[in-house]
């Protein structure tokens, strides 16, 4: 069991790296709005560097991210926040290539997890998806009907490609 101390050892290299960054920081002048009116919905994956991609910088866009860059609730409920809230007026969901959300089912991670940790989590649902284009396509459209975005709001997909650093919008 873990003490509420915060656990320094297991995070001492962060730590250490943050005392540099520090010294040299230099985005105090930066606003909590996304200056390029951008929001990314993408991927946890560390391939991926959404600000780098689109030739950007830190506060230039919004940026959400989990497993498979599917556009859940909580998504929702935070590009709801950005467009109102934020200066988000664009919103690019950007699923990527080699993505392990794509290579198995449902039941496949739950029965990989249940098999090599003995923990079932079948409570859960991890939005895998064997057609990564068609999800694409679903989630785009999910966004573009929402009721609570704000108006004018241009919501497009992509596919990242985590080999060439390429993104291949896709029509939605």
Do not use: W
Not at 12 to 22: F, G, H, I, S
Not at 27 to 46: F, N, Q
Not at 136 to 144: A, F, I, K
């Amino acid at each position: 069991m873990q003490s509420d101390q915060f656990p320094t050892d297991g995070f001492a290299d962060v730590l250490a790296a943050n005392k540099e960054y520090v010294a040299q920081f230099k985005y105090s002048e930066l606003t909590g709005r996304a200056a390029k009116g951008l929001a990314i919905v993408t991927c946890m994956d560390s391939r991926i560097n959404p600000l780098s991609v689109g030739g950007m910088r830190s506060g230039d866009a919004k940026i959400l991210r989990n497993a498979g860059a599917r556009v859940t609730d909580d998504v929702l409920r935070t590009l709801v926040l950005g467009t109102y809230l934020l200066g988000v007026d664009r919103i690019l969901v950007m699923p990527h290539t080699d993505c392990r959300m794509a290579q198995e089912s449902e039941e496949e991670i739950h029965a990989l997890i249940d098999g090599q940790y003995g923990i079932d989590t079948r409570s859960l649902e991890f939005k895998t998806v064997k057609d990564q284009r068609a999800a694409l396509v679903l989630d785009v459209q999910r966004v573009r009907s929402y009721p609570l975005l704000r108006e004018g709001v241009i919501v497009g997909g992509a596919i990242y490609d985590v080999k060439t650093g390429t993104i291949t919008p896709v029509d939605c």
